[in-house]
């Protein structure tokens, strides 16, 4: 079932005077992750694993993959392990990924609504990649998605799910949200000298959290909202 993702690009057509605009959706690397992942479950030591991953996959992928390295992907040797730990709900992630161009026309109207609240936003390109079961998304130069939290169904392999993971993982239908929660962030100009408290962190996920259901009509914070609106007055 496995279709070969190419590079999306999505020009987003607004209004006239923004017509200046586009949006770019790359998602080569799940290709090149799943090129790396065949090659890995042949593979003759643990070693080897760890040279298929590096060479096939982090030494060739984009821009995408390079910002998504620290503190998420790591290295070759963390994704190893952590593709070893969870080979079947990854072999299950890989039939569900070809998913991800029926969801590029919602990102069109969500981004045609962004541009209503804000004319002067500019977000050239979001990259899709894989990663190691840690981050749905992050922001450094560019909007990074890691698709692999994004393969939750009913007949899911949980058995090597943690609770965490379980609580977490969604279906790929919903990876918008998640483009566009980190989109926010990145129009969020803030006082990166500000000490990184609680209040500055609330206020910035709230806010990202807010414009995202603007804009997308959904929420990615689900879970969160079903512990702490109950507990609204004593939180």
Known sequence: MKKTLTILVLSLSTLSCLAQHKFEVIATDVDLFWNAFDKFRTAKSTEDSIRIIHDEYISKGTAGVGQFMKGRIQNAR?????????????????????????????????YKRLLKLYPDAYIPKVYFVIGALNSAGTIHQDPVIGVDMFGFYPETPKNELSPWLLSVLRPIEQIDIVVFHEIVHILQKGYPEQEETLLKKSITEGAADFIGELVTRSNINKHIHAYANPREREL
Do not use: E
Request: proline share 6%.
């Open 78 to 110: 963390y994704l190893q392990q952590t593709i070893s730990k969870h080979k079947s709900y990854y072999s299950y992630l890989q039939h569900h990924t070809p998913k991800l161009q029926a969801v590029v026309p919602r990102m069109n109207r969500h």
